[in-house]
């Protein structure tokens, strides 16, 4: 059989893999099933008018029930990985103390069904979802959450340590922790200087913390952290605006990772985050990681705003620049630059764990799911990232956000991120053209280690 030509040209011996990625509250349900404790999400969907049309992760994609129908999805499309997380609060629902068996028995049976269809599982412990009993307690603003995620960490690696190897701590810190107490448009919902700046340094401490868990308790972990890195853009040329522009790129793109990993704040935010930090503290936060987690949308476009706890805000790229139905810009030279930048300054292998694009997917008469804009989005992203690899970024994986439509946070269900249709009133899947798509890619790129003995 000839196919067309490989669109991905190995930039090294090592195999890539292809993936989907998920998150725990964006599509499992079963929010108060099993003994799950509630998280901070659940509150905050709770608070009317703080998601659009009051939308709620009560059900979402019901994958809670339905995980084995999706891993099918997923060993059909010849995807290599997968990553997902685990919801905290389902497992510990207070978050320290009590563990819930039901809970954990629920990550079994999805392990051992991925093992089963040979797709490897990825595992994020912290996609967004803190257990509201710690969020009373000060959530990530108080130092002891730090601690209390190391005992979680330790947990998740008795348990499924013997199975699963590769673990990330956090999905974008900086993401959770910029809207969750500045910008807004995420939980808990506090516009507060001090709680960021707290929370911030607490992620830290809790990601290094929960990386010697993991090493010291898994045999052969491949450890990573997942960090969103866009380039942070003035939207106008006024030097408030590029101040402003600067100032968001040292928290977006540098108060994680720079500790993390080059084992310092950046220069902009040094003196602001001085008083959280205790002696040994750096050396607690950045220990030796295996992989670098990338996720990428789009650039930022900032500019100076009175009206928040930074004083910066969101600004518009230019008219020229072609944009998602969500409004984000699309630019796939932007990618490229980002997994350049990352590859160099961490030194590290990079795994894109998140890129894709919302679009409005509607089912056609014939029952089919038609989504031409994102296979196109994809095609130009997937080419972005293998012009960096030709150009010597150190790129291992690819993983589309995401498998399923899901609860896309304060946009709630309006916003349609999946490869697979779902249908909420029903629960339905659909492989959309852009699933097909991409099994056509993964067949075409897939290393096939049998063919080459003969
Ligand atoms: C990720 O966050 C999350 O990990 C995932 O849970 C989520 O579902 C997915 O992406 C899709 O949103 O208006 O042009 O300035 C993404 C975080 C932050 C990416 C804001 C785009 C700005 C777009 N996003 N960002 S723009």
Redesign the pocket.
Known sequence: ITRAPATVAAASDAPFVWGVST?SY?IEGAAAEDGKGPSIWDTYCRQPGRITDNDTGDVACDHYHRYAEDVALMKALGVGAYRFSVAWPRVQPKGRGAVNEAGLAFYDRLIDALLEARIEPWLCLY?WDLPQALGDLGGWANRDCAFWFADYAALIARRYGDRVKRFATF??SS?FTLFGFVMGGQAPGIADRTMFHRAIHHVNLAHGGAIDVLRSLVKDASLGIVH?I?PSRAATPAAEDVKAAALFDAYWNGAFADPQLLGHYPALIADLMEPWIAAGDIARICRPIDWFGL?H??P??MRAFDDNPIGVG?GAAPDSVPRTSF???IEPDAFRDTLLHVSKRYGLPVYVL?NGRSNPDVVDEKGAVNDPDRIEFLKSYIGAMNQARAAGADVRGYFV??LLDNF??SSGFSQR?GIVYVDYATGQRIPKASYHWYADLIRATAPRPHSAAS
């Open positions: 998150s964006q996609h999905n974008e993401v969103n866009q996720n949308y789009s930022l476009y969101w409004g984000w810009p998140e956000w995401s896309e946070w991120f």
